[in-house]
């Protein structure tokens, strides 16, 4: 069996290792990214090469080339079809060609999707990460600006950039505990921004309300992004220009804004609802309901068609909102800064001052509602 340079695939069905040739016993390997089968189950030779993966049942992808596959560990593996296992297949042998499968902002669109399929599978398996470090019990830190952190979003980032060098290969990534460690690597307008575990303050509470969040930044916007919640296992990606979708309950689904109606909805942080954006909802929407909930969850329900408006008036980093932007834009959205110009990206110390995100109509300019920082000057305290 052949496949095609740079393809990335997800490897479905059961299946076993002969001879380190990957045989499919329930056909060939999919290269439908959408319609791939289910997650393999591995002999136990294999499973102890990947034990994470295969164990934290996470979907898993490898980069192809013809006629091979290149898993995690840069082994080198034959891919054969069940007709062919044993059999002598032209070419083998072969030193294979490694085509990168993402070359930077000038992507085709078959490669941003298979991109965005990719960081679905590290997010999934970031999510793993963190169920299973909740159920064995972890410690509650503060970092220097007085937040919350665990060991939850230390594991889970580190899983996301290995994902990420092995998807998009001297891409940048700009994650938020790499970011309070002090490393921030040389970017110019294409990066990724990583928040391994979005409201942690609700998380160590108890509550579901905690996402990862992986977001594609390219000329100052939003290209892609993956919003997981690991708690329900629910899972928001998006593709600017291409749709949004939401994999709930093992299927997947379009998603896309509701038109602006009679009934309508405000979404709300659980943990910085204040006067100001009571103030700034009155204005914009009028008589409405609240839905209330943590994280970058609140995209999520503007991008479903649940919500019309999420306003928020308080600061957070780029990393909170660039993932959950990108989903929202893919269903139609559109997210504002303080001038009602769209939320931009690369800013100084990656601080959003204050955005507002709609179903895609225009809603008034954020900035005249939004009350000084204590800290003055351009950061706040805490930030």
């Known amino acids: 069996m052949r496949v095609s340079n740079a393809e990335w695939l997800w490897l479905g069905g059961q299946g076993s290792v002969i001879n380190k040739k990957f045989v499919a016993s329930d056909g060939p390997i999919c290269t439908d990214l959408r319609a791939a089968g289910a997650l393999l189950a591995a002999t136990d030779d294999f499973a102890h090469s990947y034990p994470h993966s295969w164990r934290s049942k996470a979907k898993i992808i490898f980069r192809c080339t013809p006629q091979w596959f290149i898993p995690m560990d840069g082994a080198r593996h034959n891919i054969v079809a069940p007709a062919e296992a044993g059999a002598s297949r032209e070419g083998a042998g072969q030193e294979p060609q490694e085509t990168p499968a993402f070359a930077g902002v000038t992507v085709s669109g078959l490669e941003e999707k298979a991109l965005l399929e990719a960081l679905v599978v590290a997010a999934r398996a970031a999510g793993a990460e963190i169920l299973k470090l909740v159920e064995a019990g972890f410690e509650v830190e503060t970092k220097l600006d007085q937040s919350p952190v665990t060991i939850c979003d230390r594991a889970a980032e580190q899983i996301i950039l290995e994902f990420i060098r092995q998807a998009a290969p001297g891409v940048p990534v700009i994650a938020e505990e790499e970011v309070a460690a002090g490393r921030i690597p040389a970017h110019d307008d294409t990066y990724f921004l990583v928040d391994p575990l979005d409201g942690t303050k609700e998380f160590v509470r108890g509550g579901d309300d905690y996402t990862v969040n992986i977001g594609l930044i390219a000329g100052g916007q939003p ?116 001038d009602g110009k769209p939320l931009a990206y690369g800013k100084k110390a990656f601080l959003n001052l204050g955005f507002c995100a709609t179903a895609g109509w225009e809603a008034p300019a954020i900035g005249p509602f939004l009350n000084p920082f204590a800290g003055g000057g351009e950061l706040p305290q805490g930030v």
Do not use: M
């Not at 209330?292 to 609140?298: I, R, T």
């Not at 503007?302 to 909170?320: F, H, Q």
């Open 223 to 338: 290209k892609l992004g993956v919003v997981y919640q690991p708690a329900i296992d629910k899972l928001w990606g998006g593709l600017v220009g291409e749709g949004a979708f939401v994999e709930v309950g093992g299927s997947r689904r379009c998603i896309t804004c509701r038109a602006l109606g009679d009934k309508r909805d405000a979404v709300a942080s659980k943990s910085h609802l204040n006067q100001a954006t009571i103030d700034y909802l009155e204005q914009a929407i009028g008589a409405c309901g609240h839905v209330s909930v943590g994280s970058s969850l609140k995209f999520c329900i503007v991008a479903e068609g649940k919500a019309d408006i999420y306003p928020r008036l308080s600061p957070t980093s780029e990393w909170d909102t660039a993932a959950g932007h990108a989903v929202l834009l893919a269903a139609g959205g559109r997210v504002d800064g303080l």
